[in-house]
């Protein structure tokens, strides 16, 4: 089986739009947020990977070839221009198209349910969450037996609070292309994009039977306000309860917190909640319940919820705030 991973956005919700990065490569506790899509991947078995690309998908790449070099099998997919979730899914159609059941998730996501019975499910079947706001997302109609009934994108009326979070198993590939194509051919758009949503209404019309299972948790990762929580969630397992302060000098860790490797952390105070990526600089500074991404240098900075992203120099910030990739930012008084 084929794991089909879009990973075209950049993250436009995150941070002004002159510096965009991949979102899916923002640190979330010990890795990026592909990371643990990937990894739990290959934890049930699946080790062959199709990825939807796009602005920056270099880096996306880099990464992958760089941290699975010998674990998957990986093949990239260009998906220009994009025109939404079920276009993203035709990019790629060249690399599945002899499949006859693939996995399809959506890189912006952290998911957590039962994935070896969700993969192994003999009929079609999506993974859904229960929302408040029913109307911004692509959600699910179910029949007494909790056989999906319907799929509807952003309705504006509905009828239903089950939100798709993004994560497929379809045991139909060929007529799936297949709907997809029609609607690409006849150019049938929803809010200007195809909606893999309306491609599945179509699936289901044709026969096809699809189950639903409710995640345990779910976050959107393309929003910093969720990006942080899926961190904190992370950070909550059990290997990051564990500190080793004697590393750094004159600092005091708070767990829990995830420290990557050959990082300099001195006259701080870190945590709780704080993921640091590789060799990151952190001097003088106070950090709780933020992200602070690899390559990046921080100096008399007191930052909580703060999210900074890789390559990236803060000095004297004292607030709540996003710094995109390879930025510098000096909030210091001369």
Same mark, same amino acid.
């Given at each position: ?127 859904? !969450?229960?929302?408040?706001? #029913?109307? $911004?997302? &692509? ?5 007494? %037996? =909790?056989?999906?009934?319907?799929? /509807? ?97 004159? !600092?005091?860790?708070?767990? #829990?917190? $995830?420290? &990557? ?5 001195? %006259? =701080?105070?870190?945590?709780?909640? /704080? ?60």
């Amino acid at each position: 089986m084929k794991a089909i991973i879009p990973v075209a956005g950049v993250g436009s919700k995150l941070q002004q739009p002159t510096n965009l990065q991949p979102k899916t490569l923002i640190t979330v506790a010990d890795k990026p947020v592909i990371g643990h899509i990937i990894d739990e991947f290959i934890r049930v078995g699946v080790h062959e990977f199709v990825f939807v690309i796009g602005a920056l998908g270099y880096k996306i790449q880099q990464y992958i070839h760089q941290t699975y070099k010998k674990k998957i099998k990986a093949e990239f997919a260009i998906q220009e221009p994009r025109l939404g979730s079920a276009h993203a899914i035709w990019s790629a159609r060249e690399f599945f198209k002899n499949e006859t059941e693939i996995v399809i998730a959506f890189g912006d996501a952290i998911a957590s349910l039962d994935t070896k019975q969700f993969i192994r499910s003999k009929t079609s079947i999506v993974a859904v !969450t229960k929302v408040d706001n #029913p109307c $911004s997302f &692509g959600i699910v109609e179910t029949d007494q %037996n =909790s056989w999906v009934k319907k799929f /509807v994108e952003k309705p504006k009326i509905p009828k239903s609070n089950k939100a798709l979070v993004g994560l497929y198993k379809i045991n139909n590939v060929p007529m799936l292309l297949d709907l997809i194509g029609q609607n690409i051919e006849s150019k049938k758009l929803t809010q200007g994009e195809y909606h893999l949503t309306d491609a599945l209404g179509m699936l289901l019309k044709t026969g096809e039977k699809f189950a639903i299972m409710e995640v345990d948790h779910w976050h959107d990762c393309s929003r910093m306000e969720t990006l942080l929580e899926a961190n904190e969630m992370m950070l909550k397992h059990e290997e990051f309860e564990t500190v080793f302060p004697e590393r750094y000098e004159d !600092t005091i860790l708070i767990p #829990p917190v $995830s420290i &990557g490797s050959n990082c300099k952390i001195s %006259n =701080s105070i870190i945590g709780p909640y /704080v993921a640091i990526g590789n060799d990151s600089v952190i001097h003088s500074s106070i950090l709780q319940h933020s992200i602070v991404c690899s390559h990046s240098n921080l100096q008399n900075t007191i930052l909580k919820k703060s999210v900074i992203g890789n390559n990236t120099n803060v000095k004297g910030a004292f607030r709540s705030i996003y710094v995109s990739d390879e930025a510098s930012l000096d909030m210091q008084k001369d």
